[in-house]
């Protein structure tokens, strides 16, 4: 296999970590959110109450892992890849959010959303069909 084709699959494998990661982890911190109910601001015991419910959410912390790793994927493949490239190749994450949301969080998805999440897939394929590096490789000593 060559450096460049190597290279791209590096790139690739982190770009879907990265959507997977992301939507997931979201998904996951959004389920734990609304397990530990809303959250009081008004005044300080009920803010320390609604602090212990969220600090104490297995949920709530296996979505910041997700998240956390979410950004590890992205700091990597930003290293690597054109960010004109990256940014927009991550919007599919847009599109799976909303499905994630349907199927585990039993959020309806509306006609004008779904549409959205075509024209999203669409663009994505566009991007696809462009190179992930324009740029050279800087190098540190």
Known sequence: MTA???HKTKTYVLLFLLVFL???GNT???KGMKDAGDLDISHLPALEAGAVRVLSSGTIWLGITLMLMFMVCHMLVLSW???SFVMPFSAI???LVPLLGYLFLGERVSAA???G???IFLG???INRTPHRTTESVKSN
């Open 22 to 24: 992301g939507s997931v």
């Open 81 to 83: 890849a054109d960010y």
């Open 93 to 95: 994450a847009y599109a």
């Open 113 to 115: 959303r779904a549409f």
């Open 117 to 119: 999440i075509i024209l």
């Open 4 to 6: 460049a084709k190597t």
């Open 28 to 30: 996951i911190l959004s």
């Open 124 to 126: 994505v394929l566009l």
